[in-house]
């Protein structure tokens, strides 16, 4: 991109000249010289103000050698009798160079400021995040704390049935707690690139399988139903990432619609990538909520509304990205929210056919 | 079957986990011998003689995949493997090292129960004595390469049936990708992944009640596959 932009710079460069040239032949009967030099001279600010200093550089060369050869005498050769247009020449350069300096040190303190306030901007994500985290994990470690210290302590005083629930919800908040941990891992692998993918051709059906049965409990309370064309192609992703991703909106949806309410995952063939999508038809959420649900998903900052949910959705937009694929949110019209994110298709390997004889 | 006193070998250098592992194996009545590390834990996989092992993959001097090889050497004993959830790769590597199944730490005990159970049940029976297998809808003869489905006659193709049969082997056990493609397509296409992708749906199309979600041709994501049994 930039070397494309650094040559098309060189290309306006001859451009601005012959323009420049052109006006100073048209000028040359009725003007002064001194005219079609200044015109030479708007060529060369205006290629310094807008490309590099190599491109001002190279318009007031190109500028000067014209302009000596066209109309300064003796004309048609690069020679100069009159040795004042050697200044005129030395100027023509060093506005070249004063302007494009100028350009310069512009760009680079406007670049300074944008850094700045990206800076800002993460470091605001970050305690938003540690914030959010340190509640998420709190909890469960305050759950994890009070059940088993009433288990150690008077554990023989409990009725079977309590401690029983006790030591469940021990084991309920612990696991929660890995999840959660992992997220925050995962989030900060992604973030700093530290994550390595690995790519293999994937199911998206075997995908969906996977992800329902590790959430078999938490979608247990939601009619869950699976619309998969049965000529879905294969994808070539990290199987477990994508499933993560895809485990992570599903969550969400449970975790923001009433129990018994319907979430749909489906998937759609396009030339060039595969659409899943993930909808739920409850509009449980406020329009604040809604707002800021979509900002996560969109911006993928990891603020969490509570059960580390946004940070769940970041990383499924981030896991998509990393797939150079796109993740979207939108409502839907009567209530509901539809997750969609796209994975890129690849021509299908080869596979061999096997005799149908058996 | 009685597996009442089969001996289990725990190498894991953490003491609180050994507390609770010999906790819940102990009521279950298996006999518990402990392993601090993973030399130890070599030296006692021969001296105890258990009849399965179950080993942290982070010990603090030898990897666990190393202890994992150490003990192939000389035992086909189940091992079942321990892992944090970060260390997929290492996860493959011991059960292409030898490992027969793993469990991800945190982990419930009935779920490592569940695959202790199942590894020590293929330990008992030679690996071609069983030829007749059930799961859901589904009856699988190996010994004469028929399989049918709500007591109806399904057509395999070689391919599908050597598939079938490579993960009836390992029944209740994880197989990784590498390992089914080695033995039903050889190992020249230990890497072609989608081969399996293929088959595997087709094999759920046939023998599963839902496809969708399937009960027993089960996927393990990044891993493998695992055929669930009846137990």
């Not at chain 1, 319907?262 to 329009?287: C, F, K, N, T, W």
């Not at chain 2, 202790?116 to 293929?122: D, E, F, I, T």
């Not at chain 2, 030679?126 to 003869?141: E, K, N, W």
Request: proline residues 4%; aromatic residues 6%.
């Amino acid at each position: 991109m930039r070397g494309r932009l650094q040559l098309s710079g060189y290309a306006w460069s001859i451009g601005a000249a012959a323009v420049a040239t052109l006006a100073g032949v048209a000028m040359q009967a009725r003007f002064d010289v001194v005219n079609i030099a200044m015109v030479y001279l708007l060529a060369v600010v205006i290629v310094a103000l807008r490309y590099s200093r190599g491109a001002a550089i190279a318009t007031a060369i190109l500028s000067i050698a014209a302009f000596d050869y066209l109309f300064v005498s003796p004309r048609g050769t690069f020679s100069v009798q009159d040795l004042q247009y050697l200044l005129t020449f030395a100027i023509m350069l060093a506005v070249a160079l004063i302007v494009s300096r100028l350009v310069e040190s512009v760009h680079r303190q406007a670049a300074a400021q944008a850094s700045l306030a990206i800076e800002a901007e993460t470091e605001r994500i970050r305690s938003a995040l540690l914030a959010s985290i340190s509640h998420d994990l709190r909890t469960p470690l305050a759950i994890m704390a009070g059940a088993s210290s009433s288990l150690a302590e008077s554990g023989d005083r409990l009725d079977p049935a309590e401690r029983h629930a006790l030591a469940a919800s021990v084991f309920r908040q612990a696991r929660d707690l890995s999840e959660q941990v992992a997220k925050v891992l995962q989030m900060t692998r992604l973030e700093t690139g530290a994550m390595r993918i690995e790519r293999d051709w994937t199911s998206l059906g075997e995908i969906v399988e996977s992800v329902l049965a590790r959430l078999r409990e938490r979608l247990a309370s939601h009619r869950v139903i699976i619309e998969l064309p049965d000529d879905l192609p294969l994808v070539r992703v990290d199987a477990t990432l994508v499933e993560q991703a895809l485990g992570n909106l599903l969550e969400n949806c449970a975790k923001h619609t009433p129990p018994d309410t319907v979430v749909r995952v489906r998937a759609q063939r396009r030339p060039d990538d595969v659409v899943v999508i993930v909808e739920d038809y409850a509009g449980g959420l406020s329009d604040a909520d809604f707002a800021r649900l979509f900002a996560k998903f969109h911006h993928g900052t990891a603020e969490g509304v509570g059960g580390g949910v946004g940070l769940g959705l970041a990383i499924c937009r981030a896991i998509v990205r990393v797939h150079e694929g796109q993740a979207w949110a939108e409502r839907i019209p009567g209530g509901g929210t539809a997750f969609r994110f796209t994975l890129p298709l690849e021509a299908a390997p080869a596979m061999p056919q096997e005799t149908a004889a058996g | 079957m009685s597996n009442a006193r089969a001996t289990v070998l725990v190498v894991e250098d953490e003491p609180e986990i050994r507390r609770f592992l010999r906790a819940a194996l102990g009521v279950e009545g298996y006999r518990v011998v402990e392993s601090a590390t993973g030399r130890r834990g070599c030296i006692d996989a021969g001296t105890h003689k258990p009849d399965l092992a179950i080993v942290d993959l982070a010990l603090p001097d030898l990897d666990g995949v190393d202890v994992i090889r150490r003990i192939r050497e000389w035992s086909p004993m189940p091992i079942i493997v321990l892992s944090a959830r970060i260390q997929e790769r290492a996860k493959i590597e011991a059960l292409d090292a030898g490992a027969d199944d793993y469990v991800t730490k945190p982990f419930g005990v009935g779920e490592l129960l569940a695959r202790v159970r199942a590894a020590l049940r293929h330990a008992v029976r030679p690996a071609s004595g069983v030829s007749r297998l059930c799961f859901g809808d589904a009856m699988i003869d190996l010994e004469h390469r028929r399989a049918s489905r709500a007591g109806e006659d399904v057509h395999l193709t070689p391919i599908e049936f050597r598939l079938l049969a490579t993960l009836a082997r390992h029944a209740g056990m994880v197989v990784t990708h590498r390992e089914l493609l080695t033995q039903v397509w050889g190992p020249p296409h230990a890497a072609d992944t989608h081969y399996l992708r293929i088959y595997m749906k087709q094999l759920r199309d046939k023998l599963e009640r839902d496809p969708v979600r399937p009960a027993h041709l089960v996927t393990e994501t990044g891993i493998g596959y695992r055929l669930v049994t009846d137990e």
